[in-house]
């Protein structure tokens, strides 16, 4: 049996594991509520705000070590298996987030969700660099990048309806069992990559080989990837590492943050926060989308990844910049603030999508998951250290000087892709 377009199945998969991940990780945040609304997480288990954010960075530090340990294994092991272990662990311990009896029990559980869902990201960046020839990584990363924002979008009135249904408890068990039954078409569909994969049509085969640099080309099983040594040697690789330090908090700010702003400053309950949080999740979509679409664009019609890729940054760097200094100045209401977060994620969506695709870029396939680990690893310490000075600041101030923050490590990060990857190709010969 031959499939017609089996690397955009291959990415769909991903793209549907993507929406799990979010649906997963965001059901924390949606139910914890106030520690006075009834049948809330913080309510039922007599935990704070400080609790919650605590537990926001023990996940991110379990997440940061994902990123770098899973994208090792994800280049030993191979994308299969690799998402077999990754999604399979993630989706039991989000199913066990159900008896949790406290502090403790919820923090083990969130640290092996943090952990095994990081693998999602490096593994992605690793398949997309297998089944997608160079011009079209950025819309394949960008579809897998969607998933993330559909996820968030899906994840409020789901979990929500959910919630207001059954409880938090149960509402943990059917979430979580989404990740397991995703497995299954995984292993039936995903046999092997385009190389030897039986149900690749030999006209697809070629469009994805050819289209690959020579380091792709020349990647074959008995080849050994880089050290992180190796690959930090090349100036190049800090352009996927700075540039992801600055960036990531723009993004995870919302994420972990954006819920409980909605409870603190608009008083809103569980049902309020899950018909408004969708909405920047749309933007967040769209702009995956387009970030993908424009730099594929870029590359085809100039034959340069380096003017594709940076054009795109600095366009979405723009957009999100434009957005922060925004919900500062204008976004005194929640309608007027969720508006604006819907161009920030945008903005932000229509870049990542090509940062996260560098790593492909500079390296060949068993070098691959490892940078992008590496990256989103050093991308989740900058949130973490912001996890901590939110609480800090919010109660001795306000969010106004965390938005300022931020808005301030957008051109730091446009400027470092900038300068540390003057030329964004292939550094291996």
């Known amino acids: ?22 649906i997963d990780r965001s059901a924390l945040g949606i139910m914890w509520g106030s520690e006075d609304l009834d049948g809330s997480i913080s309510q039922s288990l007599g935990l704070s705000k400080n609790d919650y954010s605590y537990i926001l960075n023990i996940f991110m530090v379990a997440y940061a070590l994902g990123q770098l340990f899973t994208g090792k294994i994800f280049d030993k092991v191979g994308t299969r298996i690799g998402y077999v272990l990754s999604i399979g662990i993630w989706g039991l311990s989000s199913f066990l987030h159900s008896t949790a009896r406290g502090f403790l029990s ?32 950025a819309i394949a990363q960008g579809l897998f990048n969607a998933g993330a924002s559909i996820g968030s979008v899906i994840a409020p009135p789901l979990i929500a309806a959910l919630f207001v249904a059954f409880g938090w408890k149960v509402t943990f068990m059917v979430i979580g069992s989404f990740g397991i039954v995703w497995i299954i078409p995984w292993l039936l569909i995903n046999k092997a990559g385009p190389k030897k994969h039986p149900w690749i049509t030999e006209k697809e085969k070629k469009y994805i080989l050819e289209g690959q640099s020579e380091a792709d080309q020349k990647d074959t099983d008995d080849v050994k990837g880089k050290s992180l040594r190796e690959i930090l040697s090349h100036k190049e690789s800090w352009a996927v590492v700075v540039g992801r330090f600055f960036l990531e908090p723009i993004w995870w700010l919302f994420v972990g943050w954006m819920p409980i702003y909605l409870f603190d400053v608009y008083g809103f309950d569980v049902k309020e926060v899950g018909m408004f949080l969708w909405v920047p999740y749309v933007g967040a979509a769209v702009g995956s ?3 993908g679409f424009v730099s594929g664009r870029i590359i085809a019609k100039t ?3 380096d003017k594709g890729r940076k054009t795109t940054i600095l366009i979405g760097g723009i957009i999100m910049l ?9 976004g005194d209401t929640a309608e007027k603030f969720v508006a604006i977060v819907f161009f920030v994620l945008f903005g932000f969506q229509f870049a990542i999508s090509n940062v996260q695709t560098l790593p492909s870029d500079f390296f060949g396939g068993k070098s691959v998951g490892s940078l992008a680990g590496l990256g989103g690893m050093i991308g989740v310490f900058s949130v973490i250290i912001m996890n901590f000075l939110v609480p800090v600041v919010v109660d001795k101030l306000s969010y106004t000087p965390i938005f300022i923050a931020i808005a301030v490590f957008v051109p730091l990060g446009v400027g470092a892709i900038y300068y540390f990857a003057r030329n964004i190709k292939s550094v291996e010969k």
């Open 1 to 22: 049996m031959k499939v017609k377009g089996l690397r955009w199945v291959i990415i769909a998969l991903i793209f549907i594991a993507t929406v799990i991940n979010y």
């Open 106 to 137: 919820l923090s083990i559980f969130r640290s092996l969700l943090g952990f095994s869902e990081a693998g999602n990201w490096p593994g992605a960046v690793k398949s997309n660099a297998e089944w997608f020839p160079i011009k079209e990584r």
């Open 289 to 291: 989308i387009a970030g």
């Open 303 to 305: 034959n340069s990844i």
């Open 322 to 330: 434009l957005g922060l200094i925004a919900t500062v100045l204008i």
